[in-house]
């Protein structure tokens, strides 16, 4: 097999398979080099909060990553969807739900977001390729 | 001796009350008594209607977060100290007071108010034996 800066990113792993084969093996593809954000001189990779999302049960699987640029500074936007299990009629749970993201994400990659809860099918539902970044900066 | 509230989460956004209102009036639901929390960005709307049911499967059917809570309805008497008079009650028990609205309609001479309390049976009991009156729900709904 041969690849050649396809920029797909992922590692190699040289144990052999449970199949027999002995050969060096590809994991799977966590991400292109392309989709990867600079926010405030920290490398994130979108797949990076997708799988911090993922490990949270009460979040669904519907995100979207905001970046901006305000007085000179990055800022990341992580909008999360409100679904049943988010839900509390209670403001101050809801807050601390917003926080826990927040602070996940933080310890994880380093770098800090602001976490938006919005109403659910309000992040468009894409066929295919989602559209998981917006990048509203002008450099 | 609970009442059910139905909340649904909302962004705080311009027209999104006004959906959430043309929803229950298209499934013919009559709102009796809500409240608001507000945040930067979002918001809880808290409502008593006269049926639950079709409330949710109308808010739920066009895409809102719907969940219920019970809470305790609560006849408040109608002068100055009403209020007071119930809320020392549970203070004195330690019990806390998430949150609270009122409702429109009086139930004979007095208000109703209605309360998030939680442990909520160890407050209805501590309200009635001190011969305060707790409404059903089933009244509630059709005041």
């Given at each position: 097999m041969i690849r050649y800066r396809t920029r797909d990113i992922t590692s190699l792993n040289p144990e052999p398979c449970?199949?027999?084969?002995t050969h060096i093996r590809m994991n799977r593809v966590?991400?292109?080099?392309?989709d990867m954000l600079i926010i405030r001189g920290v490398n994130v990779f979108p797949s990076q909060i997708e799988s911090v999302l993922m490990e949270?049960?009460?979040?669904?699987p519907y995100y979207q990553l905001v970046v901006d640029r305000k007085d000179n500074l990055d800022t990341l936007t992580v909008l999360v969807e409100v679904g049943e299990r988010l839900f509390s009629d209670e403001v101050k749970h809801l807050q601390k739900r917003e926080r826990k993201i927040a602070k996940n994400i933080k310890d994880y990659l380093g770098v800090s977001a602001k976490v938006k809860l919005v109403e659910p099918k309000v992040i468009a539902r894409s066929q295919?390729?989602?559209?998981?970044v917006i990048d509203n900066r002008s450099i | 001796m609970r009442a059910e509230q139905i909340s649904v989460f909302l962004e705080n956004k311009a027209g999104r009350l006004a959906e959430v209102s043309a929803i229950l009036a298209e499934a013919n639901v009559n709102i009796r008594a809500l409240a608001l929390a507000d945040t930067s960005d979002f918001g809880v709307l808290r409502l008593i209607v006269n049926d639950n049911q079709k409330a949710i499967e109308a808010l739920k059917k066009r895409g809102f977060t719907v969940s219920k809570t019970d809470v305790v309805a609560v006849e408040v008497e109608d002068r100055p100290g009403g209020l007071y008079r119930i809320l020392d009650i549970l203070h004195q028990a330690g019990i806390n007071v998430e949150y609270m609205y009122a409702f429109v309609q009086h139930s004979g001479e007095n208000a109703v108010m209605i309360f998030r309390i939680d442990p909520i049976d160890e407050a209805v009991k501590l309200l009635q034996e001190n011969n305060v009156t707790v409404i059903d729900g089933s009244k509630v709904y059709t005041m």
């Open positions: 449970i199949c027999g084969r966590s991400g292109r080099t392309d949270m049960d009460e979040v669904e295919g390729k989602a559209v998981r | -």
